[in-house]
């Protein structure tokens, strides 16, 4: 399967944005989907994840301000990113977990100017 993340771009301060990670196939929504990021200098870190039957996980630095969806028909993973704040630069990545293994996205670059 390959992942296709896009939506990343420059805002200030405050700002939204939300980033799309498209699957070349059909995921089941049994299976864990979520977002990562890394910033430079700095190792990839976990952001958020979903799957169906649970509540999503969120990491303590996005809590109430970032949001993760799906949408199955469209194969698609979302993040809604409100109140962004500088330290929320980096490269975010998609992952799906299937079968023991990890499947990235290329990653989506989102800058945030204070």
């Known amino acids: 399967v390959q992942l296709q993340a896009s939506g990343g771009g420059l805002v200030q301060a405050g700002g939204s944005l939300r980033l799309s990670c498209a699957a070349s196939r059909t995921i089941h929504s049994s299976l864990v989907m979520g977002w990562y990021r890394q910033a430079p200098g700095k190792q990839r870190e976990f952001v958020a994840s979903?799957?169906?039957?649970?509540?999503?996980n969120y990491a303590d630095s996005v809590q109430g301000r970032f949001t993760i969806s799906r949408d199955n028909a469209k194969n698609t993973l979302y993040l809604q990113m409100n109140s962004l704040k500088p330290d929320d630069t980096a490269v975010y990545y998609c992952k799906l977990r299937y079968q023991s293994s990890d499947y990235w996205g290329q990653g989506t670059q989102v800058t945030v100017s204070s």
């Open positions: 979903i799957r169906s039957g649970r509540d999503p």
